[in-house]
């Protein structure tokens, strides 16, 4: 039973400090880009797919994200890259409203 309560507690530990993270990340992203709530609505799964490959638990990180990752989040330097490789460079496709990671999108 005692390790029950501890699975239980450890596992809701690590799962609120990782959407804290996302969310720390999301909120940065929304505050460089101040008119991106404007173009990709407010939605949790709108926001957090412009990193990820769809919103929800422990979600993977699309070409986009891993790009901001990497760059230490420093979105600025990876607005001149075309992340997801369909020819309309990241900065231009967060302008427009569109997914710098999902090349499906543009
Ligand atoms: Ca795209």
Known sequence: MKS?????????LV???AAFAKMEYKNKFMAFYPDAA?????GMKAQCTIC????????TLN????A???ANFDFKSIESLDS???GVKNIDEITQGTY???KDSH
């Open 52 to 59: 990820h490959e769809k919103a929800g638990p422990m979600p």
């Open 38 to 42: 404007a173009k990709y609505g407010t």
């Open 15 to 17: 799962s609120s400090s």
């Open 63 to 66: 070409l986009y994200g891993k």
């Open 4 to 12: 029950t309560i501890l699975f239980a507690t450890v596992f809701a």
């Open 68 to 70: 901001a990752k990497a």
């Open 100 to 102: 710098p990671g999902d």
């Open 84 to 86: 997801d490789g369909d």
